[in-house]
């Protein structure tokens, strides 16, 4: 009698391009697709995008979820191959990822409550440069800062807007956080913080009427905020999976050295 495969049942999900689609109906014909309820494993058919939303849904369910890069970028993708899956899958090397906590409270004392997988940031919403005052764990480490706005990214966003940003990329498993100013105009030459994983991160906004500003983890966004408090959730953790050699550590690694 044969053993079954550790992620034997699998669930499929894919973006809506033409390509994850016909990924999609050639895997579920193969290996079958199971509700996500009752799989062993999530295989995520599409780009980063898909991923973040995948990780979104099934942050709280402990599944795993394993990226086949059928979309634009794919840097938390592995790479697409129709055969051997189920080996792929029992070979393949667990990242646990802690999404960070944003609680913003805006102009009229509304809380919005979010998780981020990325980063969240602070944006100006409107012409003017955003006046911002940082705490960090409730000491002022900063009294203003006159920037487009401000992010705190996690080791697994420090690639994604955190770079664009010209932050600092982070190793998968480093305790940090990556503090990064947007376009920063006054301190002209503050390049960011790299902060404990334990930090907690206060943003106060400064002539809010004046100057408002929105704040966005990953896709959900709250506007006309004062307030935002930041921390990474440690009572959540994601199961990503990566193929031997195509690891998340390997592609940050890589990308130090322009790979």
């Known amino acids: 009698m044969s053993t079954a495969q550790p992620y034997d049942?699998?669930?499929?999900?894919?973006?809506?391009g033409a390509e994850a689609q016909e990924a999609l109906g050639r895997l579920a014909a193969l290996y079958g697709n199971r509700d996500p309820a009752d799989a062993d494993v999530v295989v995520a058919l599409g780009g980063d995008g898909l991923m973040l939303q995948t990780?979104?849904?099934?942050?709280?369910?402990?599944?795993?979820?394993y990226g086949m890069h059928r979309g634009t970028v794919g840097f938390l993708m592995n790479e697409f191959a129709l055969h051997r899956l189920h080996e792929r899958l029992a070979a393949a090397r667990e990242t646990l990822i802690n999404p960070l906590l944003m609680r913003a409270t805006d102009a009229n004392g509304d809380i919005h409550l979010h998780h981020a997988i990325n980063e969240v940031s602070?944006?100006?919403q409107a012409y003017q440069a955003a006046r911002l005052r940082i705490l960090i764990d409730e000491h002022e480490r900063m009294p203003e800062l006159i920037a487009d706005g401000v992010l705190v990214a996690t080791p697994a966003g420090s690639t994604a807007y955190n770079l664009s940003a010209q932050g600092p990329i982070?190793?998968?498993?480093a305790p940090l956080l990556a503090l990064t100013p947007i376009s920063p105009f006054r301190p002209r030459r503050w390049r960011g913080a790299l902060l404990p994983n334990t930090a907690f991160v206060v943003i106060e906004v400064l002539e809010g009427d004046k100057r408002p500003v929105a704040a966005v983890a990953d896709h959900d966004e709250a506007r006309d905020v004062r307030?935002?408090?930041i921390l990474s959730d440690k009572t959540i953790s994601m199961r990503m999976l990566f193929d031997p050699g195509h690891s998340l550590e390997e592609r940050i690694l890589r990308e130090q050295f322009g790979g």
């Open 122 to 124: 602070l944006f100006r």
């Open 9 to 16: 049942r699998i669930a499929f999900v894919a973006s809506p």
């Open 170 to 173: 982070l190793p998968i498993n």
């Open 55 to 65: 990780l979104h849904q099934h942050m709280r369910t402990g599944k795993p979820i």
């Open 227 to 229: 307030r935002v408090e």
